[in-house]
């Protein structure tokens, strides 16, 4: 059982010992004393049991409205909505009490929207709104119900066509698995398992590994660091699969803790702290691609009411204080489970509070000059008048991972390839490899920068791996990215990415090659940009250029030739002048940085140094280039 219908169920046996406590409607001894020894197996979860007695308490006196009412209770409990629905119905049938009636009628409308009978829902709904004028709380309630209904009988006969596959055995090998996540090359799943039954509450986080052809392996502990006694579920990991953030629960309550991998040991986890943290509910995380935004659930005050989504951005000096996203997101009800794609802009959730087909449904919302859309439900057969609780979507925009609850003691994982209809607009692909010095192969700890240049703005920050030099890194969609790899005493490198237009999914393999900083040692400045035939720098190039002012900030004893090449077309004369003119724009640009016009030497080779033959565009454009070298 997750955490939510857990405390949806410890709400219910606190709002049933209230029935006790009233005057009951029989006189019948033998009655009274059946239903209230059927209250000791039901709080047990003896429910048949239970059953059996309320049925005898009937036989006594079929006039006994509580113990109808109690039946239905235990029936929803048991998701037997058919016999629910029946005692609810018989039970109103014995009561002329004005108060009671609208209690029954107000359980019929929740009762059928949860068996997926809507235009039952909303004939019930519209009774109850007729009978209750003071109770808020419960009108606004029956409202969204009511609106629920109406909206599924609107679009029930509107069917994604989503394809839906149960993963394997060999990951769904527990009793319960859900909230699952996936690194960003989709290599590892990670969720949560609970080994036991009704009585085996304990939570873990597992790992099934993706093999060469596709397959999943076996789930296996993520780490005996993160496991322990307490329960430990609904996790959200980096890009990079090496931060992990985690709900812990124990007596008192969730809260967030993080643990971090290096070489292939997770660190002891550690909380968060106060500005995440709470003394509510506080679970559910999702991290960015980039590990510097955090999107979670918790009740605590402040809120719009029930369950909300908050956030919190990394600072300098750590986690700030987290906010509440507002009325654009939350509802007076229930938001929870919140997955930020890789891209950053898109935002699936799941929530009871907005238009849908009745419990919880899955939504995605896009997020525009800091603003988000108005939630998109994702439609049948994805949802339907059942909960949908978690749902995570892989880089490339099409791919998705959820759990389904098949009873209350049974959930399993599925795979979901998504309609091109809702594959979001920004999709991202991934760049891994390893960082090694380029001359003994040594894995390095490394900076790695991510810009958009055409706004000259840093998105993301990673660092490889100290032991294996792993790193990776998310490329989200929609414009052209310089990465950049640096560490002291080394020479940066500089990547380029376009992916202004691109549909490119596999991910990319790129293993970089840092040389230390010492004579001799190159690197070709990929992210410099000039018109045909031109040799003034474009815009997109102060991005390039920044990052050699700071290097050469960093290693002030360094000087260095920034060297113009190209390809064969052309002249030799022509091809020699304009490699120079465009070396000498680049120690124009440093000049006016400060930087001391000695250290800067510029040359025009032409096309007499082609670093690939110049027989495709390909090759002609790669010969086409800025480089600088140390003297």
Known sequence: MNTLKFLTLVLWLAASSVLNAQTLSTKNKKAIELFTASDNFRVRGENDKAIQLLQEAIEKDKKFEEAYFRLAQIYRVQENLTMAVKYFEWGLAQTQNSIRIKLYVYELAKTELEAGSYKNTIDFSTQFLVLEQSDQKKIAQVKLWKSQAEFSLLHEKELFEYEITRLSDTVNAFPMQYFPVVTADQ?????????????????????????????????????????????????????????????????????????????????????????????????????????????????????????????????????????????????????????????????????????????????????????????????????????????????????????????KNRSRLYMIKLPSSLITDYKGNVVKGKVVDAKDNKPLKAGIELYNIQRNERISFVVSDSITGEYLMVLPGGSEYALYISKLSYVFQS??????????????????????????????????????????????????????????????????????????????????????????????????????????TQKGYGAQRPLKPNDSDENRQFNRRIEFKIL
Request: proline share 4%; net charge negative.
């Open 187 to 407: 290599s590892q799943l990670i969720f949560t398992a609970r080994f036991g039954g009704v009585r085996n509450e304990n939570e873990d986080l597992v790992v099934s590994t993706k093999d060469a052809k596709g397959y999943w392996s076996h789930p296996v502990s993520l780490s005996d660091n993160i496991n322990t006694i307490r329960r430990e579920g609904a996790c959200t990991i980096s890009a990079d699969g090496r931060h992990l953030i985690f709900t812990v629960c124990g007596e008192r309550g969730c809260d967030l803790f993080e643990s971090k991998k290096t070489g292939n040991v997770w660190s002891k986890p550690k909380s968060l702290g106060p500005a995440i943290n709470s003394s509510s509910w506080d679970a559910q995380p999702s991290l960015s691609a980039d590990g510097r935004e955090l999107y979670f659930v918790s009740d605590r005050q402040g809120g719009r009411g029930g369950y909300d989504i908050w956030y919190s951005r990394l600072g300098d000096s750590g986690w700030m204080k987290a906010e509440n996203l507002g009325p654009d997101v939350n509802t007076p009800f229930d938001e929870i489970s919140p997955y930020i794609h890789v891209n950053n802009q898109t935002l699936y959730l799941v929530s009871n509070g907005y238009p849908g087909f009745g419990g919880y449904d899955i939504y995605r919302l896009e997020k525009k000059e800091g603003i988000w859309s108005e939630p998109l439900n994702m439609g049948k057969p994805l949802n339907d008048h059942q909960d949908q609780y978690s749902f995570i979507v892989a880089n490339d925009g099409a791919v998705a991972y959820y759990s389904k609850e098949e009873s």
């Open 495 to 600: 990547l380029h990415f376009n992916y202004l237009q691109s549909e490119e999914a596999e991910p990319v393999i790129m293993n970089v090659y840092l040389s230390p900083v010492e004579k001799d040692a190159s690197v070709i400045l990929n992210n410099l940009f000039f018109d045909v035939d031109k040799y003034e720098l474009e815009q997109q190039s102060i991005t390039e250029l920044n990052e050699i002012v700071k290097f050469l900030q960093t290693n002030k004893s360094v000087n260095i030739e920034i060297s113009g090449h190209t390809d064969n077309s052309g002249t030799e004369s022509y091809n020699q002048q304009l490699s120079f003119k465009r070396a000498t724009s680049v120690t124009e640009y440093l000049r006016s940085k400060g930087i001391n016009p000695s250290r800067l």
